[in-house]
């Protein structure tokens, strides 16, 4: 629209021009002044006109409706858990509504130790399941020209602060019959090594996490740290490990679990139900940065679980994560406005871990996750609105 106008005004201009030359004898002088007066008016008004329009038009450009992201294609990923799929949903929806073409994030999903890479390799632009401290490890892997991680994505918002729970799960009618009150108890009494040997290999069992999901590493700094040579992390798929340990608990048989929240784990593995929260000991037993930089929990204060973990104080081993969005830094500096959305979302604990029930109760298809989004940036029309506002602000 811009360019046609442009293009009329030269015209008119042009022609004007040409007017002017041809209207110079003296027999059309008296005529010539009345037209020329004429038509300056009637261009001062076509003048007027077109400036209103375009002003319209700006104010289209920047205002509710305008789109910043209009031609720009964006690269996005998901982890390969389940209870993340919801944000990736939401954050893919937010920026399209602001013009940006978004890849499906289904069709990228990957663990962490190869999104981060991906990254900042600029294979990807980002992703909204970072959880740090926890994550921090993966900025220090090297890419291909010699950079770290760390020197090509940048941390945004504030999705989920302090909203990720992690900790180890214990069959609660055994924990009580026994009076295991921490892991280091465990580890130190041979009847407990035994009794959680599910297959008789002389060491504890603990389920914890799939090959590079970040938890399995610090698991295995939390057992060297302490030097709890009598438990072994079992790594395998995750939902396998859970449906295992939800049948040992709902039986009363000795089971260790890793999990986290928010989730819809916690609606089958059910704290002060069928298990608890399991304390690694004091704050002595966790990690101090001294295995892993990134692995430094030992500021966090303990958890307040009350009666759903074994011990006061319940440390359980692990900082509450903050869940925020990783992204390339290239990316973020060509976009202000998808960094000015990221900026300001923040995603409540709880409509998340509903939404995860919802999946594990049988809604767990690509449309039912995108419907689930849908429907809560419907239900949070006032709110979101407000981020969209300022992502337009931003840009």
Not at 53 to 76: I, K
Request: hydrophobic residues 40%.
């Amino acid at each position: 629209m811009k360019h046609w106008k442009l293009l009329f005004a030269l015209l008119v201009s042009m022609a004007l021009v040409a007017a002017a030359c041809g209207n110079n004898t003296d027999d059309d002088e008296g005529a010539g002044a009345d037209d020329t007066t004429a038509t300056a008016e009637d261009d001062a008004m076509e003048d007027d006109a077109m400036e209103d329009d375009a002003m319209e038009d700006d104010a289209m450009e920047d205002g509710p409706h305008a789109l910043p992201g209009e031609g720009v294609e964006v690269a996005m990923a998901r982890a390969n858990w389940s209870t993340g799929y919801f944000q990736g949903a939401i954050y893919q929806a937010l920026l399209q509504e602001l013009g940006y073409e978004v890849s499906d994030p289904a069709d990228l999903e990957l663990p962490p130790s190869n999104a981060y890479t991906a990254m900042g390799e600029g294979d990807i632009d980002f992703w909204a399941n970072s959880w740090y401290p926890g994550h921090l490890s993966w900025h220090e892997n090297e890419l291909t020209d010699g950079t770290l991680v760390g020197d090509k994505v940048v941390i945004i918002g504030e999705e989920m602060v302090a909203s990720g729970l992690e900790g180890i799960l214990v069959t609660k009618s055994v924990a009580e019959e026994f009076g295991i009150l921490t892991m280091e108890q465990i580890n130190d009494d041979p009847e407990l090594v035994a009794l959680f040997d599910i297959d008789d290999n002389g060491k504890a069992d603990l389920f914890g996490c799939p090959e590079d999901w970040t938890c399995d590493d610090i698991i295995q700094d939390i057992l060297l740290f302490n030097s709890w040579d009598n438990i072994e992390q079992t790594k395998a798929g995750y939902d396998a490990m859970v449906a295992d340990s939800v049948n040992r608990a709902n039986a009363g048989d000795p089971t260790l679990q890793y999990t986290w929240s928010p989730s819809g784990y916690l609606t089958q593995l059910v704290p002060g139900d069928n298990v608890l929260w399991l304390a690694m000991g004091g704050v002595e037993n966790v990690l101090d940065g001294s295995t892993n930089e990134a692995f430094n929990f030992s500021g966090a204060p303990p958890a307040a679980l009350g009666d759903s973990c074994t011990d006061d104080p319940c440390y359980l081993g692990w900082e509450s994560a903050d869940i925020q969005v990783t992204a390339n830094k290239e990316f973020a500096e060509a976009n202000p406005a998808a960094v000015g959305l990221f900026e300001v979302v923040k995603l409540n604990v709880i409509d998340v871990a509903l939404q995860n029930v919802k999946y594990n109760n049988g809604e767990n298809t690509e449309d039912d996750v995108k419907r689930h989004a849908q429907e809560w940036i419907a239900d949070n029309r006032e709110l979101v609105d407000g981020w969209l506002d300022a992502a337009r602000g931003a840009a």
